[in-house]
């Protein structure tokens, strides 16, 4: 999770539950430390996760394998770009398939904005 989203959150941070990350990059950096059981509802279904704070990220909060194989997530692509993600509670053994669209570019706007209808 970037620092700014747990800084909103106001959780407290286990500074001495720090990891060392390595991105997609191969550089690494050192995390700020930890949420501790951090309740999270995903389709319906609750789960508890344990965070790690980083202080500068492309994303607001980054679900890994861990996240991953503790659900059994599974992932359908659509030639669209669209998928449907499928979560497992291991607990309870409830299922919940959750649609999510691409991601669109915003246009730039140029020129006057002209409105009809007058």
Excluded at 3 to 28: F, G, V, Y
Excluded at 49 to 59: G, K, M
């Amino acid at each position: 999770m970037r620092q700014d989203i747990w800084e909103k959150t106001c959780l407290p941070l286990r500074s001495d539950h720090n990891l060392t990350m390595e991105s997609a990059n191969m550089s690494t950096d050192s995390t700020m430390g930890l949420l501790q059981n951090v309740r999270m509802v995903v389709g319906g279904i609750e789960f508890f996760v344990q965070i790690q704070v980083t202080e500068n990220a492309s994303y607001e909060m980054l679900l890994g394998r861990p996240f991953h194989t503790h659900v059994e997530l599974l992932t359908k692509h659509f030639k669209n770009g669209d998928a449907h993600i499928t979560i497992k509670d291991p607990v309870t053994g409830e299922i919940a398939t959750l649609p999510t669209r691409s991601r669109q570019k915003k246009k730039k706007r140029t020129g006057v904005n002209v409105m009809s209808g007058f």
